[in-house]
């Protein structure tokens, strides 16, 4: 069975940084051909795509929101994902979530699909404050 366990979460101000893991059981990101994403979702707003990494092609993908602030990486002997973010802002806000697309060749157009995610972790609060 897949758990997909997210942390890092917390309160801080506007310009601060976060990083957030998401350790993975029962699945190995190593060897794994997929799509692992990040999302986010506002109360009162639909779940979006953050950031994602294609296995597969290597390629990374990341929401124009984010681009330059965010940034996704690996740690194949943890086997857990991470996603440093720096430069938040209150907008930023939100459950963050990791997931994977088993199987799945993400690409620009379809990484943010939240239909093709079948592994979700309970998420990460991020809040900041101006």
């Known amino acids: 069975q897949v758990h997909l366990v997210e942390s890092g979460g917390g309160s801080v101000q506007a310009g601060g940084s976060l990083r957030l893991s998401c350790a993975a059981s029962?699945?190995?990101?190593?060897?794994?051909?997929?799509?692992i994403g990040w999302f986010r979702q506002a109360p009162g707003k639909e779940r979006e795509g953050v950031a994602a990494v294609s296995t597969i092609g290597g390629l990374s993908y990341y929401a124009d929101s984010v681009k330059g602030r965010f940034t996704f990486s690996q740690d194949n002997a943890e086997n857990t994902v991470y996603l440093q973010m720096n430069s938040l802002k209150p907008e930023d806000t939100a459950m963050y979530y990791c997931a994977v697309a088993d199987g799945f060749r993400c690409s620009g157009g379809t990484w943010s699909a939240t239909s093709a995610y079948n592994y979700w972790g309970q998420g990460t609060q991020v809040t900041v404050s101006s």
């Open positions: 029962g699945y190995t990101f190593r060897y794994s051909r997929a799509c």
